[in-house]
């Protein structure tokens, strides 16, 4: 089985800081991990996505994610917060499936 | 290039009436249907799946029901709603491997 743990609900950053989105999952291999973005009342979009090779994974809107099988993390990173980022944030694992299983969101507040 | 649609973005629907909401799918074949609901701060529940026309899973029970009528068409109905049919409905779809899911805009759904 697979699951996901975002164990941050609620995440409060300044403009301009820098930011992590903890992620932990558990599944017997090296799943498919992904990570997705929302904005209100919109669907989620694909921010980044790692299944093997590099472990740090660049993707859209300048984030990038860590995978580290140590610790069955897969955490999100940006170096520079904008006010536009303020989104609810899903981390997402599939296994030997083709049905992702999701986290519940972390949500940014960002600062001004 | 694929894109998701989905119709209609609000609906307020009274208790005991039927549902349908669609969603389509242009660019590909053959795709990995998803329905989720998604209720404030509680992240994505996957509803139903479909890998093929007329192949449907269900994922919990409930007073929804999904049809898979052509291949890149996916359908959400309800014969009579409930009040807690209400939230915020989202079509994906994908292939099932490393390439991630692609959400429609989603529907509002408000149950009174």
């Known amino acids: 089985a697979q699951s996901v743990t975002q164990p941050d609900i609620h995440i409060t950053v300044s403009e301009g800081a820098s930011l992590e989105l903890r992620c932990n999952y558990s599944?017997?291999?090296?799943?498919?991990l992904f990570w997705y973005v929302q904005s209100p009342g919109q669907g989620l979009q694909l921010l980044l996505k790692?299944?093997?090779?590099?472990?740090l994974v660049q993707g859209i809107k300048g984030f990038e994610a860590e995978f580290k099988r140590s610790q069955s993390s897969f955490n999100l990173r940006k170096p520079s917060v904008h006010w536009s980022d303020a989104a609810e944030y899903f981390c997402?694992?599939?296994?030997?499936?083709?049905?992702?299983?999701f986290g519940r969101g972390t949500s940014l507040i960002v600062h001004p | 290039s694929q894109t998701i649609h989905q119709w209609p973005a609000t609906l307020v629907q009274p208790v005991g009436s039927p549902l349908s909401l669609e969603c389509t799918v242009e660019?590909?074949?053959?795709?990995?249907l998803y329905w989720y609901r998604q209720a404030a701060g509680r992240g994505l529940q996957l509803l139903f799946y479909?890998?093929?026309?007329?192949?449907i899973s269900s994922e919990v029970p409930q007073n929804l029901s999904a049809s898979r009528p052509q291949d890149r068409q996916f359908i959400l109905s309800s014969k009579k709603l409930l009040l807690s049919d209400s939230g915020f409905y989202l079509c994906?779809?994908?292939?099932?491997?490393?390439?991630?899911?692609?959400f429609g805009s989603g529907t509002r759904l408000t149950v009174v």
């Open positions: 994906a779809w994908g292939t099932g491997g490393s390439e991630g899911y692609t």
């Open positions: 599944y017997g291999a090296t799943p498919y």
């Open positions: 790692y299944f093997s090779g590099d472990t």
């Open positions: 997402a694992v599939q296994g030997g499936s083709y049905i992702p299983t």
């Open positions: 660019g590909t074949s053959n795709p990995n």
């Open positions: 479909s890998v093929g026309i007329g192949q």
